[in-house]
């Protein structure tokens, strides 16, 4: 699977952004698509997640952004969605999309080593 990410940008404290994921290959079936992103100086963090195993969908959500964000996926145009609303200058950072198989745990979901195919980045900057 390829993996295309966009809609990042500079905007100010509490102002939305909606970053795209564009997946490619193999994307029917089963999946689990993940957003990840790093911060300066900061080790890469989970964000949230989209997971599609036989006929159930589930979403997860950091905490520090439980509330604020929405994942979603079109799956007629193989793309997921991060709906980002009430930013805060603590969301800037590089955000990458990230897919992987659809029978990970929801312990497993959060963990970047068990995703194999990842987009290249985009980046968000919030002004305070």
């Known amino acids: 699977v390829q993996l295309q990410a966009s809609g990042g940008g500079l905007v100010q404290a509490g102002d939305s952004l909606r970053l795209s994921c564009a997946a490619s290959?193999?994307?029917?079936?089963?999946?689990?698509m993940d957003w990840f992103r790093q911060a300066p100086g900061k080790e890469r963090e989970f964000v949230a997640a989209?997971?599609?195993?036989?006929?159930?969908?589930?979403?997860f959500y950091a905490d520090s952004v439980k509330g604020r964000f929405t994942v979603s996926r079109d799956n007629t145009k193989s793309t997921v969605f991060l709906q980002m609303n009430s930013l805060k200058p603590e969301d800037t950072a590089v955000y990458y999309c990230a897919a992987g198989s659809g029978r990970l745990i929801a312990s497993e979901v959060r963990n970047a080593k068990n995703f194999d195919s990842w987009g290249q980045g985009t980046l968000v900057t919030v002004s305070s």
């Open positions: 989209i997971r599609r195993n036989g006929g159930s969908t589930s979403t």
């Open positions: 290959g193999r994307t029917s079936g089963s999946y689990t």
